[in-house]
């Protein structure tokens, strides 16, 4: 019997920690495209020891980055209300311009950053690359089991 006891409290714990993280996860605020940019311009001064001009030079490229993605993000969230699926050429058109738009951010970031800073920023790039597909897959897997059950 206290095997029981002990048994139900530890699943009641689990499952009341569980739900307390869905909850701190929904509430978490979202950041204005200007607030992103100044955040994304002082982790990059810190990292990359970026002069003033470097600064000012990088903001608006990383501005219109931000104001693209939350586009994107917009268009595709309302897509999936509308429960329509992409056919085979928005997609290709969609990732064209995506890729477009990161060797013109790529090509606009080597002539502002000097060979160093480059260097370094592309190894930054790759880093958070490997880490958002980690991140994607583990989401994958856990959405796989939730659907199993």
Not at 60 to 72: D, F, G, R
Not at 86 to 112: C, G, H, V
Not at 122 to 135: L, P
Request: no cysteine; proline share 2%.
């Amino acid at each position: 019997m206290r095997k029981l006891a002990s048994i139900l409290v530890l699943v009641f714990a689990f499952t009341l920690t569980t739900q307390a993280q869905k909850k701190r996860k929904d509430k978490r605020p979202q950041l204005s495209v200007e607030q992103h940019t100044n955040l994304a311009v002082k982790k990059m001064t810190l990292a990359l020891d970026l002069s003033e001009k470097q600064q000012n030079q990088i903001k608006p490229l990383l501005n219109a980055q931000a104001t693209a993605k939350k586009e994107a993000m917009e268009k595709r969230k309302e897509m999936r209300k509308a429960e329509k699926k992409p056919t085979a050429d928005e997609m290709y058109e969609m990732q064209s311009k995506r890729l477009d738009n990161q060797i013109a951010f790529k090509k606009s970031m080597k002539e502002i950053l000097d060979d160093e800073q480059f260097e370094k920023f592309e190894k930054m790039a790759k880093k958070r690359m490997v880490k958002g597909k980690k991140m994607m897959k583990r989401k994958r897997k856990m959405k796989r089991d939730r659907e199993d059950n």
